[in-house]
């Protein structure tokens, strides 16, 4: 168990849908990054916040965004879904700005139909 | 991928035999490390090796850095059927605080 705790695991919605999948860092963890994992792209670094400030930004469609609370938890939010928006996205954490070593969540599974 | 490839893209070995999966990137890095997937699982980090070291060991795997030819290998001695998994290379620099991932190697281990 690495510590870092996702929801849902699994969300099946419509195209054109909104949708928001949460993220808990491990304890004491600042900095949260976003992934997005399909079969054709690989693994896709979408976005990273420290401490609640945006710090680095990937390649995150404009229909996608996200932030980190006070309480450190994270939320990555999807609107106008598309076919192409089906995949695993993955939250990770480390403890500090600088990356050493990132947690790996289970992953929200999401199917768009 | 946004910034490594790995090579081979996938790799089937028998038990007790070596596997090695290469990783070559396009920029500077300050460090790089390798992570290993199970099937729809999160990835779990495996090692670090830093710009200005060449060698690595921890346990079973050995990590090589050469970066003149922006290039890391992986070797893991002596497989099991466990190490089955997808293996990422991931760099790392610090200026611009990102992160990427490789595209991967599939690695079977046949018990």
């Known amino acids: 168990d690495s510590g870092v705790t996702q929801t849902p695991k699994h969300l099946i919605t419509a195209t054109g849908q909104r949708v928001t999948l949460r993220c808990s860092p491990r304890?004491?963890?600042?900095?949260v990054y976003w992934y997005q994992q399909s079969l054709d792209q690989g693994l896709q670094f979408l976005i990273q916040?420290?401490?609640?400030?945006?710090?680095a930004k990937g390649n995150i469609l404009e229909r996608f965004s996200a932030q980190q609370f006070p309480d450190l938890h994270s939320e990555l939010n999807l609107s106008s879904l598309e076919l192409g928006d089906s995949a695993l996205y993955f939250c990770?954490?480390?403890?500090?700005?600088?990356?050493?070593?990132?947690?790996f969540g289970s992953g929200t599974q999401l199917s768009v139909l | 991928s946004q910034q490594g490839e790995e090579d081979p893209q996938a790799l089937s070995i028998q038990e007790g035999e070596n596997a090695t999966m290469n990783c070559s990137y396009k920029?500077?890095?300050?460090?790089l490390q390798w992570y290993r997937q199970n099937s729809g699982r999160g990835l779990v980090h495996l090692i670090l090796?830093?710009?200005?070291?060449r060698e690595k060991h921890s346990g079973r795997l050995r990590v090589t850095l050469d970066t003149s030819k922006k290039s890391s290998s992986l070797l893991i001695t002596a497989s099991r059927a466990a190490d089955t998994a997808s293996y990422f290379c991931?760099?790392?620099?610090?200026?611009?605080?990102?992160?990427?991932f490789g595209s991967g190697t599939k690695l079977n281990v046949k018990p």
């Open positions: 916040y420290y401490n609640g400030e945006e710090r």
């Open positions: 991931a760099t790392v620099l610090y200026n611009f605080n990102k992160f990427y």
């Open positions: 920029t500077s890095i300050n460090n």
């Open positions: 990770a954490s480390s403890e500090g700005q600088r990356i050493e070593k990132l947690f």
């Open positions: 090796i830093r710009s200005n070291e």
């Open positions: 304890s004491g963890d600042l900095s």
